[in-house]
């Protein structure tokens, strides 16, 4: 089976010209499929852009990405809405839609898949939150929800679709200690139930027991695996 | 696909009742003037030639001095016999016509009005009640009143249907109503009064027998017109137009449109109404695209394509404009009511101009979303991370 993310020398630069700064230097990381990976490091060390550009949402300037089998480096912008069908995102905020309902919310992941009937994607979207808890509060648009329900509503949304990686980005910064931990507990627990790898950008250390890896970033560069 | 997928644009659209309700109501303002003012325009094009519209006849002849049918210049009646010389002619009827003055039985005001004289043996009019009161014209000061008038002329027809002699004065010579007609008004006068040609020279005496206003020909049946037309025209030459009666309206209407500026003013209100629809439109699209950049990223970054968000806005415009096109069409009929009454104008909710306000919406709407999509540019979903 091959790894859910596999970069090679991958280099990333903003601006251009003399504005040219860049943020990743030589960056290789492979990511095993399964396994739960949390990449660590001070504000602006180039995490959140590594995880942007694993996530298909940036073009690869430089190196190699491959995620899921797909060749990033190579694709162009509709290959990086495919591959992103098949990866699930969870944010630092839950960005919801305020006028969609928990089950709607999490139906709109799975409309992305056309074999998935009305029907069908109704069923399992009420079956996802159940899974997180939420089997009482289907109905209830997010502004009626609490912070953790809210995130544990995103991942539902990100998990609907069982997808191979999940990428997520702070999921616990909009959260208190505890349910910050209890949402990750479910994130890890999920995507081992669902055997999907996950990628966490964090800066909780109350969460990293949790990982199967931690990656150490700093200016751009891995500094060491644990 | 729009039932199979969950429709975002309607969800998001509705989930605030009082913007819903505030966005509608734009656009209900924006297809109400719409309508108003494509139902003046229509009907005071349509009123100017209301009575042409009556005409009987197959050909007409005019002066060629004469620009409006309702301001005719004279020509000797003697210029009839010509037309009569041709085989497929079977009758020339001579028609008297002149704007008078009518005071207004009850409050006394004078208000100018159209008096039609034709031969007792043969009105000119096809109108409804002509066929019943038009015997009863052949008396000294008699004549058939037009109740689709302004109200300005006094109610002579409830008087009169209310079985009471109506009478009135027309140039200060008092004539009796002796039936009603339904012919319609233009812009000239505010009513039409229909007599024979004998109490038409009463009542202007300084009209004379000979002097006529318009030309009725009548013609075989089964007669080429066309052929005839061509014929009388050479005839005539430039004493005197032939036209056929859809001429004669097509040359009131443009002489319409040429000289006074009414298509210009109700095309400005019109232009106003889509401009206000769009505003308003645009801005409710706007609004709703700008509070939720970061959930549309979202949408992006979870793999739906940008067309699929360009689909979701214009959507949303479109159901604004089909939302408001309803009560707005309803209120338009509820005014047209209104403004029939106090105009007399010929006001109809018809399916042409339906479709040309609904046609008109749909643009303005869809304009605005266009403009409002480029505001979805900034949803960039490598910048929620």
């Not at chain 2, 009742?17 to 109501?25: G, I, P, R």
């Not at chain 2, 004669?248 to 006074?260: M, P, T, V």
């Not at chain 2, 970054?301 to 214009?314: E, N, Q, R």
């Amino acid at each position: 089976m091959p790894d859910a993310i596999d970069v090679h020398d991958l280099n990333y630069s903003f601006g251009e010209g003399d504005l040219r700064k860049q943020v990743l230097y030589d960056v290789s990381l492979t990511v095993q499929t399964g396994s739960v990976v949390i990449l660590m490091g001070p504000s602006g060390c180039g995490k959140t852009t590594l995880l942007t550009l694993v996530g298909g949402l940036r073009t690869v300037q430089s190196g190699q990405v491959d995620v899921l089998g797909h060749d990033l480096d190579a694709a162009g912008p509709t290959e990086l809405v495919a591959v992103r069908r098949h990866i699930g995102f969870v944010f630092q905020l839950h960005n919801l839609l305020d006028f969609l309902t928990a089950q709607q919310n999490v139906e709109m992941s799975l409309q992305l898949h056309p074999e998935v009937d009305p029907v069908t994607r109704r069923r399992r979207a009420q079956e996802m939150l159940k899974v997180v808890g939420l089997g009482d509060r289907m109905n209830y648009y997010p502004a009626a929800l609490s912070g953790g329900q809210r995130q544990r509503v995103s991942i539902a949304r990100a998990l609907v679709a069982q997808p191979q990686l999940i990428l997520a980005d702070e999921p616990t910064a909009a959260l208190d200690s505890t349910s910050g931990r209890q949402v990750v507990e479910l994130l890890q627990r999920l995507a081992k139930e669902q055997g999907a790898a996950v990628l966490m950008v964090t800066h909780d250390n109350r969460i990293l027991d949790l990982a199967d890896r931690i990656v150490q970033m700093e200016d751009g560069r891995i500094q060491k695996e644990t | 696909m729009f039932f199979r997928d969950i429709p975002l644009a309607w969800l998001q659209l509705t989930h605030s009742k009082a913007k819903f309700f505030a966005a509608v109501t734009g656009v209900v303002v924006a297809v109400l003037l719409m309508w108003m003012q494509l139902g003046f325009l229509d009907a005071l094009y349509r009123s100017a030639t209301s009575v042409t519209n009556h005409l009987t006849g197959d050909l007409v002849l005019i002066s060629p001095h004469t620009k409006e049918f309702a301001r005719p210049e004279s020509f000797p009646r003697r210029l009839l016999g010509r037309a009569l010389g041709h085989p497929d002619v079977v009758a020339v009827h001579p028609f008297y016509e002149a704007t008078g003055k009518w005071q207004n039985p009850w409050t006394g005001e004078k208000r100018p009005i159209l008096v039609f004289g034709m031969p007792p043996d043969e009105p000119l009019f096809d109108a409804q009640g002509l066929a019943e009161g038009w015997s009863k014209t052949n008396v000294a000061d008699a004549g058939l009143f037009d109740v689709v008038c302004r109200p300005s002329l006094g109610n002579v027809a409830k008087h009169f249907h209310a079985g009471e002699t109506v009478t009135a004065e027309i140039n200060n010579r008092r004539v009796t109503i002796v039936g009603t007609v339904r012919i319609g008004v233009g812009f000239q006068a505010d009513g039409n009064f229909v007599t024979t040609d004998a109490n038409f020279l009463r009542l202007f005496p300084d009209r004379q027998a000979s002097a006529i206003d318009v030309g009725v020909i009548e013609l075989r049946p089964g007669a080429d017109r066309l052929a005839v037309q061509m014929a009388l025209r050479q005839a005539y030459g430039r004493e005197l137009k032939v036209q056929t009666p859809e001429e004669l309206i097509a040359a009131e209407l443009k002489f319409l449109q040429d000289n006074a500026p009414i298509g210009f003013v109700f095309t400005m209100g019109v232009i106003v109404g889509c401009f206000i629809g769009f505003a308003i439109v645009y801005q409710v699209l706007f609004t709703d695209i700008s509070s939720h950049l970061p959930q549309y990223a979202t949408l992006k970054a979870m793999g739906y394509s940008d067309g699929y968000l360009v689909k979701t806005v214009l959507q949303a415009a479109l159901i604004l404009a089909f939302c408001g096109y309803i009560p707005g069409t309803i209120l338009a009929a509820g005014l047209y009511e209104i403004g029939k009454r106090a105009t007399m104008l010929p006001m109809d909710l018809s399916l042409h101009r339906g479709a040309q306000v609904f046609g008109l919406s749909l643009a303005m709407c869809f304009l605005s979303g266009l403009v409002a999509v480029r505001r979805l540019r900034s949803a960039d979903p490598a910048e929620i991370f």
